[in-house]
């Protein structure tokens, strides 16, 4: 796929999926006004991104501390390799999980499954994280608490 197989028209709805989501009845038909087409038209077309690769995925980014979650803290798990995907999707279904997933350990570092746990107080993550471990009978964690968040912005195409 090359920057030509993009039409203008995908990219300016491009431009306008990655603005605030709006909080209405019927949002996407504000989002094809800003877009200029109708709600059929850009929902067709954003069907067709998706399906010919051009979009992969669509999310929201929540802004946790403006919505009360003032405490988060990454959870680094030494979980057994043969139950590594059955602890994740455990934990991956937690509320108070929103980040899940796997990396490689090192010689000096054995935890291969992380979490991202948030909370309204580092006691409420403390209290998640031994409910998470208990439940999935994981013992061995470390608990990396965020002391200043740096960024907190997606990427942007099409802006030039």
Not at 42 to 52: C, G, H, P, S, V
Not at 97 to 109: L, S
Request: hydrophobic share 40%; charged share 30%.
């Amino acid at each position: 796929m090359t920057a030509e197989d993009i039409t203008e028209l995908d990219k300016n709805i491009i431009r306008v999926l990655q603005g605030d989501f709006p909080l209405v009845a019927e949002p996407y038909k504000t989002l094809a006004e800003q877009a200029g087409v109708s709600e059929e038209v850009f929902l067709e077309r954003i069907r067709d991104m998706q399906a010919t690769k051009k979009i992969r995925k669509m999310g929201a980014v929540l802004r946790h501390r403006e919505v009360g979650f003032s405490a988060n803290v990454l959870v680094a798990w030494e979980v057994p390799a043969a139950r590594l995907d059955e602890i994740a999707q455990n934990m991956a279904k937690s509320p108070s999980v929103t980040h899940c997933y796997d990396r490689n350990t090192a010689p000096d570092w054995p935890y291969n499954l992380y979490t991202m746990v948030h909370g309204h107080s580092r006691e409420e993550c403390e209290q998640v994280v031994k409910q998470l471990g208990e439940a999935n009978g994981v013992s061995k964690h470390v608990m990396l608490y965020s002391k200043h968040e740096w960024k907190k912005t997606a990427m942007k195409y099409f802006c030039e």
